[in-house]
């Protein structure tokens, strides 16, 4: 298990590498982009939108790293990951600079979401793969290296073994006062965030 979280830890910290001597860990994870500290990331995301001069991504997006792309566009771009859990593991990302999925407008997201399909099918065909799993690892807890916002597509072939957790038993949810009070705290979040929102848009409509 350690292995594999660390084997997703490291998937996107060396660029690839055509015919160069690789740049050392420890020059990449000084960048701002592989910092895990909170401080660090209210600093990205108060210059979300703007390409970071020490961000990996930013760099490929520039043309100043080599990357191999798969597609590219006005709002985003797919590349191979460097250190792929399977073949085929690729990479969707904007092409400004946000240091989390919270971060990330709705409208990018959409963007790179509505890729998805069309993406991940090409990808499926060339590896004989006829699954894939959609993935991004936001925050430092759910393993995220890189803060420049991405959506992970992994091709899975039958008994491939990829995941540790795939053989785990599940548990079963029951229906009792804990997952109650829990679902009810997540409603009035929501309906909170809804709130905050359409007060967003109307002082937006009135400054107008």
């Known amino acids: 298990m350690e292995a594999r979280r660390l084997a997703i830890l490291c998937s996107h910290l060396c660029p690839i590498n055509l015919g160069h001597n690789q740049a050392p860990l420890s020059h990449l994870s000084s960048s701002n982009c592989a910092s895990g500290s909170k401080g660090e990331q209210l600093i990205h995301d108060s210059q979300k939108g703007s390409l970071q001069d020490d961000c990996v991504f930013c760099r490929i997006i520039r043309g100043e790293s080599p990357a191999l792309k798969l597609y590219e566009d006005d709002s985003c771009l797919c590349i191979l990951d460097t250190r792929p859990l399977s073949n085929g593991h690729s990479l969707i990302i904007p092409k400004s600079h946000y240091s989390s999925l919270e971060a990330t407008p709705p409208s990018v997201i959409a963007a790179m979401c509505s890729k998805v399909p069309f993406i991940s099918n090409a990808i499926m ?17 759910a393993g995220q290296v890189i803060f420049h916002t991405h959506i992970h597509i992994i091709p899975r072939k039958a008994r491939d073994c990829l995941w540790a957790s795939e053989s785990l038993q599940r548990k079963i949810l ?35």
């Open 174 to 208: 029951q229906f009792d006062e804990e997952a109650s009070g829990l679902a009810k705290s997540i409603q009035e979040k929501l309906h909170g965030t809804k709130e905050d929102d359409s007060k967003v848009q109307e002082s937006n409509l009135t400054g107008n």
């Open 125 to 141: 065909k060339s590896t004989g793969c006829d699954s894939f799993n959609l993935l991004v690892n936001n925050g430092v807890a």
